[in-house]
């Protein structure tokens, strides 16, 4: 088992480009989410998907935020524009079953740490 | 709303004494319970789980925790720390019919030589 996969490890970009995070959950596992961890916020849950289906996007932080999961085995989070602010450690990370569902942990990637100039 | 405590936020013991991370959660309607341990420019790492079978739960690298209905408590246990325990530790709790895993805000463990 190779572990939930993220990409890059680390992004250094200039305000008002677009960046792509890339995510590869554990094979089989129903459940994806996506967290932003900041010395200030902690850990943030931005969104979750549910057999590819985002269910819970509320995190979001506003429009230039956007995720994808086009298939079981791949998942996205685009910014567009990337600000100062929006500098953070990103986690992936799945689970087989989700939530309250049997106690199912997370399993998480080894995040990708994106810094805006 | 539901909820869970982490008590310290930062924990300092001598090597080879003991380790007590405490939590506790705010309903005790069949919870799903879970510490994760996140070393330096690392993810999150799962230590134990637990999810309704033995109260007392043993996890990777020597940690356990006790699951207690009656205290709504859940605290992380070590006989004796060592160096490479250093790091952040998070309690996280999910219940039945929800959708969210709620996370504590962590408790940072400094181990003295």
């Known amino acids: 088992d190779a572990g939930v996969i993220q990409s890059p490890r680390h992004e250094v970009t200039e305000m008002g480009q677009e960046v792509t995070l890339r995510c590869k959950p554990i094979s089989g596992h129903d459940y994806l989410f996506w967290y932003r961890q900041t010395m200030m916020r902690g850990l943030e849950l931005l969104i979750y998907f549910n057999n590819n289906v985002p269910i819970d996007d509320s995190g979001m932080p506003e429009d230039r935020f956007s995720a994808k999961m086009p298939n079981a085995s791949f998942s996205t989070l685009k910014i567009q524009p990337s600000e100062p602010r929006d500098s953070a450690v990103y986690f992936c990370?799945?689970?087989?079953?989700?939530?309250?569902?049997?106690?199912?942990?997370?399993?998480f990637g080894n995040g990708t740490r994106l810094t805006v100039t | 709303a539901q909820s869970v405590t982490q008590l310290d936020s930062h924990v300092s013991v001598s090597e080879g004494t003991p380790v007590l991370l405490r939590c506790n959660y705010s309903s005790s309607y069949s919870p799903s319970l879970f510490w994760y341990v996140q070393h330096p420019n690392k993810g999150l790492q799962l230590l134990l789980k637990y999810t309704s079978a033995a109260t007392l739960v043993k996890g990777i690298n020597g940690f356990e925790a006790e699951f207690k209905k009656s205290e709504t408590s859940f605290h992380l246990t070590k006989p004796s720390a060592h160096m490479s325990d250093a790091a952040e530790y998070f309690c996280v709790v999910s219940y039945p019919g929800t959708y969210k895993y709620i996370f504590g805000t962590g408790t940072r463990l400094k181990v003295l030589a």
């Open positions: 990370a799945s689970s087989l079953r989700g939530p309250g569902q049997g106690g199912s942990p997370l399993h």
